[in-house]
Nanobody, 126 residues
Framework: QVQLVESGGGLVQAGDSLRLSCTAS????????MGWFRQAPGKEREYVAG????????DYSDSVKGRFTIQRDNAQNTLYLLMDSLKPEDTATYYC???????????????????WGQGTQVTVSS
């Protein structure tokens, strides 16, 4: 049974930084391609960033490129999302997800991810 647990969310001010973590259990993180998604109230789920199983390939949505960094530590079975220069429009519930079909590459399609965490709330005040 694969489980993903996010942590690190909170209430911050615009311009602040935050680091989200996603810890995997039940299977080695190194076997997954990983992604971060977010969903704001009343909006559709949005792809944020992806990383291949080795960490050699990363990808970002245009809305976060240059501000967010996705990283992974396979030895610690943990995925990270470093978020800098946060804006009020970054407010959302953030989810990590695991791709077992094509882990050697990144994918922005939510349907490609087999496992999802429960989410962590990020609120950015202006």
């Amino acid at each position: 049974q694969v489980q993903l647990v996010e942590s690190g969310g909170g209430l911050v001010q615009a311009g602040d930084s935050l680091r989200l973590s996603c810890t995997a259990s039940g299977r080695a993180l190194s076997t997954f391609g990983m992604g971060w998604f977010r969903q704001a109230p009343g909006k559709e789920r949005e792809y944020v960033a992806g990383i291949s199983w080795s960490g050699g390939t990363t990808d970002y949505s245009d809305s976060v490129k240059g501000r967010f960094t996705i990283q992974r530590d396979n030895a610690q079975n943990t995925l990270y999302l470093l978020m800098d220069s946060l804006k009020p429009e970054d407010t959302a519930t953030y989810y990590c997800a695991a791709d077992i079909e094509t882990p050697w590459e990144t994918t922005p399609r939510g349907d490609d991810y087999a496992y999802w965490g429960q989410g962590t709330q990020v609120t950015v005040s202006s």
